[in-house]
């Protein structure tokens, strides 16, 4: 297997049976596992049928999967070039949402025909990650933390987040901000301006409160102290650790769960599911499962490390940290550790979007794998745009 990988960034075409060799297998069979465990927790909610919910999951894991391994075996060549276009219609499509967007709960997320939808912000996320590093793939090291050669990725990381807050959506723009801000880092941008933003951030707290709409002030508030609405906005979170803390050790056992079975806990099949697995599977189950992110994400961290190229290091870097906020945000907020803002489980929350998404980020990670070897010139990229 060494010949196929010794041969620099010289346009050398694998053949796919090769391809197919270089894809980190186990590293799949984590992906299969925490899905395996989302069916199930579908099942479960579903009352022990697979309708609604798993049965359509099943069909979205597979769709995803063929997706998966057609981006993990193409040229990476390929999405270097592609990825400034992919942001721009990312980005237009994400501006037309406050056009001709689907409204739902109040808010305006989706692009949609009939039953089709589609949520632009979910290719916005793959599509930030490419344009940053294609960006940082063709900037000379030495001028990374150079304050002009900010301007451009703080602009395209500032111009979705302004999108999405318009939605409004603010986990979606969080997200934006934490992996563009997350990405700069590992491109090597010096920890001060970090410290300069963090103390921007603070002086101007008290005007983004005022910005806020009164749902989003109604969840801050709600968070601080969910008893003060008990049954109306701090519903969802005291319902929520109830599930949890009466787990227990060991659970109460699949689809035994009262919280979730007796319907009481609402959002159970998307953004609460991971609270209606750790009252049937307990503790822990609950610890097994996010020890199952954690070595995917250690997997994606290896395979990043091991990629010779800059674009590569940092799209596989930057889906990680897509899984890694995702995972977080989702676990914090069901546990009433940070305010509730509508982030699925990846791979486990029903939704066909969110799957569709990670899957083809884990295949660019695997692409990223799979291309570890090739180099890329600088002199081949042309112009920053």
Known sequence: MSMFLEQGYEKRQFKLTEKLLLINWPFLLLIAAITSIGVAALYSVAGGSLEPWASRQVVRFCLGLAL???VAVSDIRWWLKAAYPLYLVALILLALVMVIGVESGGAKRWLGYGELTFQPSEMMKIALVLAL?????WLPPEKVSWPHALLIPLAMIGAPVLLALAQPDLGTAMLFGVVGSGLLFLAGVSWLYYLGGIVGVIVVLPHIWERLHGYQK?????FIDP????????????????????????????????QAQLNFLPEKHTDFIFTMFAEEMGFVGAVSLLALYLLVLLFIAYMALRCRSTFARLVAAGIGLCLFTYVFINVAMVTGLVPVVGVPLPLVSYGG?????????LGFVLNAHVNRQVRIRREELGPVW
């Open 227 to 258: 008893e003060r609405d008990p049954l109306g906005s701090g519903y969802h979170i005291l319902q929520s650790k109830i599930a949890v803390g009466s787990g227990g050790l060991m659970g109460k056992g699949f689809m035994q769960g009262t």
């Open 133 to 137: 590093a294609r960006y940082y793939q």
């Open 68 to 70: 998966l391994f057609a």
């Open 353 to 361: 979007t969110s799957m569709l998404t990670m899957m083809i980020g």
């Open 218 to 222: 109604e969840r801050v508030l709600t």
